[in-house]
């Protein structure tokens, strides 16, 4: 009986999974078809399997602007959502996301300096070959490796979680403050260029820049599946998780860094993308009834990976030139979504369920 029970909840989320891979699939194809230029499914199937699409102006937009930004939005998608679940599983708290830590804060911060500064480092960055676009990644990655290393000091130190959250939630606050004080000063078009990065942005990587993205979000969603029982553990109390042998501060520490990564990555690369990790993880929940993370975390990253490249469609304005900044789609479905959490707090479930 039981053993037919485990057969019958295996070929269920088998299905489930497969089915979300064809969405996935069929999501991709559509989002790399449609915008200002359509393109015919047959000359993209075509392109994708023979290099030709029949067309060099098709061609071109394919290579160079369609598939990078389809690639990157899977992986903003997968990343952005597997950070919120772990934030929100570590911290107990329906309304945690990736950047809930101030790790956002600190990339924006260090943006927000090499962009003062970078108007006076213009001749410098020109003999040397460094393009803008990889001074502004290096920038928010230093920014947020700087809050992701005082928080790991935080946490090896720590026992409460939720005073860890309060540390974040602080350093956040500080470096905000400091990039407003960077825009008191600045001038109106180092303020411009902040603006347009703070919108955040799916179509700015080039091939280069995805050969670095590509194996650190991977890495990142790796660690992730890894963490899966630990974060189950976690789900049933810390003080039942110590009874049960759970390193606590390792576990955290790991947690924090994998969020790390995957947050930062995408924030240095894309800017920071609002609410898409704190809704994901709920709408997952209610959507497939699960708190398993063996089963939460690869539905996340197959759901996450889909959603984004409809939100990127959706700010595309297929058949129009002009493209609506993600953060502004993301925030558009997003914050109603979690006004809805809020109001229905009460019912959200955290236990374990298979």
Request: glycine content about 10%; aromatic content about 10%.
């Amino acid at each position: 009986m039981i053993t037919q029970f485990l057969e019958a909840s295996q070929n269920k989320w088998t299905k489930v999974l497969i089915g979300l891979a064809v969405a996935l699939v069929l999501c991709f194809l559509i989002n790399v078809a449609l915008g200002s230029v359509t393109i015919p499914f047959e000359s993209l199937i075509s392109f994708i399997t023979s290099g030709s699409s029949g067309q060099a102006s098709w061609d071109m937009i394919l290579s160079n602007f369609r598939l990078p930004k389809a690639i990157t939005a899977m992986l903003v998608g997968s990343a952005l959502g597997v950070s919120g679940l772990q934030m929100q599983t570590l911290f107990r708290n329906p309304l945690a996301g990736p950047y809930i830590l101030g790790i956002s804060s600190g990339a924006g911060l260090g943006v927000a300096i090499a962009i003062f500064l970078g108007f006076y480092l213009g001749g410098f960055l020109e003999l040397s070959g460094i393009g803008r676009s990889w001074l502004l990644v290096a920038s928010a990655g230093a920014g947020s490796f700087l809050v992701l290393l005082i928080i790991s000091l935080a946490a090896t130190r720590l026992k409460d979680s939720i005073t860890l959250l309060i540390i974040g939630l602080m350093f956040g606050a500080a470096a905000g403050a400091l990039v407003s004080i960077l825009q008191f000063f600045s001038q109106a078009e180092n303020i411009q260029a902040y603006v347009i990065w703070s919108f955040g942005s799916l179509g700015s990587l080039s091939w280069s820049e995805l050969y670095v993205f590509i194996p650190v979000i991977l890495i990142g969603l790796l660690g992730s599946v890894l963490l899966s029982k630990p974060l189950n553990t976690l789900l049933l109390g810390e003080n039942y998780a110590i009874s049960l042998g759970l390193n606590i501060k390792k576990i955290r520490l790991l947690i924090i860094i994998n969020t790390a990564i995957l947050a930062g990555t995408v924030t240095a690369f894309c800017g920071p993308i609002a609410f898409f990790g704190v809704a994901l993880p709920h709408l997952t929940r209610m959507l497939f009834n699960t708190s398993n993370h063996l089963l939460l975390t690869p539905l996340i990253i197959l759901f996450g990976s889909a959603l984004m490249l409809i939100f990127d469609f959706i700010a595309q304005l297929p058949g129009m030139e002009a493209t609506l900044p993600i953060n502004a789609v993301t925030a558009l479905f997003g914050a109603p979504f979690v006004i809805y959490i809020l109001l229905r707090k009460k019912n959200l479930n955290y236990a374990y369920q298979s």
